[in-house]
């Protein structure tokens, strides 16, 4: 079922509202010791609420399966599609007992991989935020299947958010919640309730992640491409205040 698409995010959306999700299939597939599953499509550089999005879930073995879930949860009362482009983060502090989250946290968590994501800080500029290493974040998400119109099923996700770490703070208070490959089992062990891993749900270590400005152009949904993480017309480093 169609979803509407996002068409103006910035300053619209909490964190985290913007993405990167551009390493290849084969590559995530073999980070996370999955199996694809779905045809993911092309690299994205500007993923916003609502796109079909990367994650690893675990199916009914136990193994780890990579595919596609739209990001904007759909609980199981939402009347509507377009519900779910409110529901694009879930708080750690209270995902356990929302109404919206707590069924999908029980029992269907998943990791979302991203290549890293954006925050705007002072004058609209983005920044560009992912691991000091190189490699994917993986994070912690949820996941639901809402029944549309003749019953089809629509698989739906949305990012756990936490405090903000040191390299964050300055930009937003919050920041994703991100999974240690350590706990990539645990995590996605339908057997295990939520309550039990919300200990798992912590700032990001500050070494864990570096901050670098990105274009302006990344304001815009419509744009995609690596270009994106070019500062473009910015002349050398962008000094960045504390809000």
């Known amino acids: 079922m169609p979803l509407p698409v996002a068409t103006s ?10 993405y990167v999700a551009a390493t290849p299939p084969d590559l995530l597939a073999a980070h996370f010791a999955a199996t694809v599953g779905d045809v993911l499509g ?21 193994e780890r399966r990579l ?9 199981w009362f939402a009347t509507d599609g377009g519900q779910g482009a409110k529901r694009i983060n879930a708080r750690a502090e209270t995902v356990a007992d929302s109404p919206a989250f ?7 968590r998943c990791l979302l991989p991203a290549d890293g994501f954006y925050e705007w800080g002072p004058g609209r500029q983005p920044w560009f935020i992912s691991r000091a290493d190189g490699l994917p974040l993986a994070m912690a998400g949820i ?11 629509v698989r739906t ?9 040191a390299v964050v703070a300055p930009l937003h208070t919050r920041c994703p919640a991100v999974v240690d490959a350590a706990d990539y089992d645990a995590w996605l062990d339908p057997t ?13 270590p500050d070494d864990l992640l570096v901050r670098r400005p990105a274009s302006p152009r990344v304001n815009s949904v419509r744009n995609d491409g690596p270009d ?16």
């Open 9 to 18: 995010w910035v300053m619209l959306v909490g964190m985290c509202g913007r």
């Open 42 to 62: 092309p690299p994205r550089w500007n993923v916003a609420p609502t796109d079909a999005v990367p994650a690893v879930r675990a199916d009914g073995s136990g």
């Open 67 to 75: 595919g596609l879930l739209r990001w904007g949860l759909l609980p």
């Open 102 to 108: 707590r069924r999908a946290f029980a029992r269907r």
């Open 143 to 153: 996941w639901e299947t809402w029944r549309g119109p003749g019953d089809l099923p």
């Open 157 to 165: 996700c949305a990012v756990i958010t936490t405090g903000a770490n």
């Open 192 to 204: 295990i309730d939520g309550r039990a891993l919300t200990g798992l749900l912590r700032s990001p």
């Open 228 to 243: 994106l993480l070019d500062p473009g017309s910015i002349d050398g480093p962008v000094p960045l205040r504390l809000l």
